[in-house]
């Protein structure tokens, strides 16, 4: 166990507006408590969730915030109760860093669920602090809340799997939706798409990709391995494909129809909703009825299925596909991530990166 320091200052990149533009910030830290890891950070994933928080387009963002909640780091310090962790173990911390620890959720192992869960940036510790994320040169977080990573995965393939292939795994697995041989239908070829169609074929699925566009036919035919690719805008091609999925795993973060992916449901198919999208979707009720289908979503997922994830796609040798980039890129990096123009997943090397230019 490292020595228990007070409180300290450390760097990180915030947005201090709604304009979303990170630039260096300097904030403290708790002191680490006694149930408490203090890692040192070094490679955090972009998600796109960070662009809706620090542009405040769900009405709830606080200033200053550091975002970033797909960070892997190095324990450089441990709690007197820590038993999990220790000195030099490399870890990760996700979406969620406290909850209640007392309601159903938490008692069921599904404390994402909790309504008193704590986020790991934009949000009030216990101690009445603001949580900071991952672009920062560390993190105290408590052990419930961190897994250690795997052997033999690097850090920044580790950090996208915290939340992009938790988002996928815990669904699959919720539902009954893990055995071969199921017929699945990703929507979208973001950073939770990509990860949905590496581990879906993990599982033995036949996937099919469905897009907006023809664009993205090559990549996610011969670099991700899709079985089939639906472009949405393809009449015939559509009409072909109705009653053939068992799943589709909706990862569009935008508002867009639901009715052309539920025609192609099977008889109790699922729509799995996973972008966040601060307006109402539209549907018409015979297009759920008639095929006993089903339109659900899904919120990342538990820590013990982080743990089972990270093991899963260690075994079946999965990897992130990403773009590695320096702290100083990071509003660069936001301006492509809302075009689109990425393949898949912006990973900023923190530990890299000089946080003050």
């Known amino acids: ?193 990509h990860m949905g169609v590496k581990i879906a074929k993990a599982m033995g699925h036949h996937v099919t990709v469905i897009s907006s566009s023809d664009k993205k036919r090559e990549e996610a035919m011969e670099h991700l391995g899709a079985d089939e690719y639906l472009v949405s805008s393809d009449v015939e091609s559509m009409q072909k494909a109705a009653d053939q999925l068992d799943y589709i795993i909706d990862t569009v973060p935008v508002v867009h129809p639901l009715e052309p992916y539920l025609s192609l449901l099977k008889l109790d198919g699922k729509l799995i909703l996973m972008g966040v999208i601060n307006a109402p979707l539209q549907f018409v009720t015979p297009m759920v009825m008639l095929g006993r289908k089903s339109i659900t979503g899904s919120f990342i997922g538990s820590m013990k299925e982080t743990e089972e994830m990270l093991e899963f796609c260690k075994e079946k040798g999965l990897a992130s596909m990403i773009e590695v980039i320096k702290m100083d890129y990071i509003n660069t990096a936001f301006e492509r991530l809302e075009k689109n123009d990425v393949r898949y997943r912006f990973v900023v090397d923190v530990a890299g990166s000089k946080l003050i230019p």
């Open 1 to 193: 166990m490292g020595s228990l320091e007070t409180e300290r200052k450390i760097v990180g990149w915030a947005a201090t507006d709604s304009t979303g533009h990170l630039a260096p910030y300097t904030y403290s830290l708790r002191d680490t408590g006694p149930e408490d890891v203090f890692i040192k950070v070094i490679s955090c994933g972009v998600c796109h969730t960070d662009i809706h928080q620090i542009k405040n387009d769900l009405g709830m963002s606080h200033y200053p915030m550091v975002p970033g909640h797909e960070v892997v780091g190095e324990v450089v310090e441990v709690g007197s109760d820590v038993t999990r962790f220790k000195v030099g173990d490399v870890v990760g911390v996700g979406v969620i860093v406290g909850s209640c620890k007392n309601c159903h959720p938490c008692k069921s192992e599904i404390e994402q669920y909790c309504n008193k869960k704590i986020w790991s940036y934009n949000d009030v510790y216990t101690d009445g602090k603001p949580t900071q994320g991952g672009f920062a040169e560390s993190m105290v977080v408590d052990q419930k809340f961190v897994v250690r990573i795997p052997d033999g995965m690097s850090p920044e393939q580790a950090a996208p799997l915290l939340c992009a292939g938790l988002t996928v795994y815990s669904p699959l697995k919720h539902f009954g939706l893990k055995q071969s041989g199921l017929r699945g239908g990703i929507l979208g070829l973001g950073g939770v798409g």
